[in-house]
């Protein structure tokens, strides 16, 4: 025979899903939400949105170039984070600083960690918190809805905790006639979109829905508004387009319970009694960090797997 036998670790199984596939998926599930943000906030959403996934590509591209690895652009991995990064932005952020946050997420993140699979955080949400911190008034200019002009607006959410005045029903935040980043202010949408990644089996829906029934259980015993706070704010995509990362988030059922439910306490205290009306990216980086933790805690054990006696 002249053929060899390869003989290679488990598991001995072939799934068709590629990367490419997964990332395509996750792009038309977001497109609904990030077309209506355009819509709604203007041509300059548009502009914003595109300078993100551009320079996110770019930036991958040279990386990639420069270290003389195999170009991994073709994945959309990068298209994604870049479009992720965009709609966690205001329609009226500079685009130098929309740049800056496609750098820290392709280049710091994620290529200083290894690449796709190795990062220990999300990368736009964690480009999102650092021009969060840097700009923090640039990242907190909103806009009214359809307003010829770039008008100053207080979400619904700031409203909610006694920051700002807002007007915004419930209906309305609901359907994203609200003041936001690009593409957070329709929940409708964003759930389409969250929906379609559970019919696709590209995400599971325990992390969601545990971080936000969480964050509605914890509002219902302080007397707030439950529908306004999870239909305000990056609750919506954050909880469905990116604490569900496959590479942060953990990999068991309990483990997901564990992350989701902790993101949502997260949220809610930084919501309740911090400075800043908005806590999920800060929940979702810090339950990333506990992610091998939980992991390891919730692990499932072999068949017949006995804990080594001590000594021994």
């Not at 952020?93 to 994620?110: L, T």
């Not at 609901?174 to 929906?195: N, R, W």
């Not at 569900?244 to 059922?253: F, R």
Request: hydrophobic share 50%; aromatic share 10%; charged share 10%.
């Amino acid at each position: 025979m002249s053929k060899l036998l390869n003989v290679a670790s488990s598991p001995h199984m072939r799934h068709p899903d590629t990367t490419r596939g997964i990332m395509l998926d996750v792009v038309i599930a977001l497109l609904p939400a990030a077309v209506f943000g355009c819509v709604i906030f203007g041509w300059r959403s548009a502009a914003v949105l595109a300078v993100t996934a551009a320079s996110a590509v770019v930036f991958e591209y040279l990386w990639n170039l420069i270290c003389k690895k195999p170009q991994t652009v073709g994945d959309l991995s990068a298209l994604v984070t870049g479009v992720i990064l965009g709609m966690n932005l205001p329609s009226t952020i500079p685009f130098w600083m929309a740049i800056i946050g496609s750098f820290i997420a392709i280049i710091i993140v994620k290529q200083f960690f290894g690449g796709l699979g190795h990062n220990f955080a999300n990368p736009a949400m964690t480009a999102r918190i650092a021009l969060m911190v840097s700009f923090p008034a640039a990242m907190t200019k909103f806009v009214t809805p359809f307003a010829v002009d770039a008008i100053s607006s207080a979400t619904p959410l700031a409203s909610l905790y006694g920051e700002a005045t807002s007007t915004v029903s419930i209906k309305e935040a609901f359907f994203g006639l609200q003041g936001g980043c690009i593409g957070e202010t329709s929940a409708f949408l964003l759930i389409i979109g969250g929906i379609y990644l559970v019919i696709r089996r590209i995400i599971n829906p325990i992390i969601p829905v545990c971080f936000i029934g969480t964050v509605a259980l914890a509002t219902l015993f302080t007397g707030d508004n439950v529908l306004l706070a999870i239909c305000s704010g990056g609750l919506m995509l954050g909880s469905i387009f990116m604490a569900t990362d496959y590479t942060t988030s953990p990999t068991t059922n309990l483990g997901k319970i564990i992350f989701g439910v902790g993101c949502g306490l997260i949220t809610f205290i930084i919501r309740q009694f911090a400075s800043l009306p908005e806590g999920v990216s800060y929940s979702i980086l810090l339950m990333n960090i506990l992610v091998p933790y939980i992991n390891r805690i919730t692990e499932h054990k072999p068949f017949g797997y006995v804990k080594a006696k001590e000594g021994k």
